[in-house]
């Protein structure tokens, strides 16, 4: 049974930074990614993360300001944030990709019907 728990999520002020964690457990990934879903609009790619080579994509709005990192032996991926916007408040999803044949991830990696599992969220706000 895969589980993915998120956990970092909270208020901050504008400027201010938050590190995101998640775990996984059941499985070792292809990928592991981060997608937010503000209220009232669709969920969208925020960051990516290739385990074997630590390859990383990002989204034109958060390049520069997030970074998404890796610890192999925890089996976690991490989202730090910062010069957060109130733009960035957001529900936080951490996602996982399983192992694939000939399997293009850096062509596909901003979709969320790429990914396998999902985490259950976690809160960020960002107050003005």
């Known amino acids: 049974q895969v589980q993915l728990v998120e956990s970092g999520g909270g208020l901050v002020q504008a400027g201010g930074s938050l590190r995101l964690s998640c775990t996984a457990s059941?499985?070792?990934?292809?990928?592991m990614g981060w997608f937010r879903q503000a209220a009232g609009k669709e969920r969208e790619f925020v960051a990516a993360?290739?385990?074997?080579?630590?390859?990383?994509f990002y989204s034109d709005s958060v390049k520069g300001r997030f970074t998404i990192s890796r610890d192999n032996a925890k089996n976690s991926a991490y989202l730090q944030m910062n010069s957060l916007k109130p733009e960035d408040t957001a529900v936080y999803y951490c996602?996982?990709?399983?192992?694939?044949?000939?399997?293009?991830?850096?062509?596909?990696?901003?979709?969320?019907?790429?990914?396998?599992?999902w985490g259950q969220g976690t809160q960020v706000t960002v107050s003005s």
């Open positions: 059941g499985r070792t990934f292809l990928a």
């Open positions: 996602a996982a990709v399983l192992p694939r044949f000939a399997f293009a991830f850096s062509a596909r990696y901003y979709s969320s019907q790429v990914y396998d599992f």
């Open positions: 993360l290739t385990w074997s080579t630590s390859s990383t």
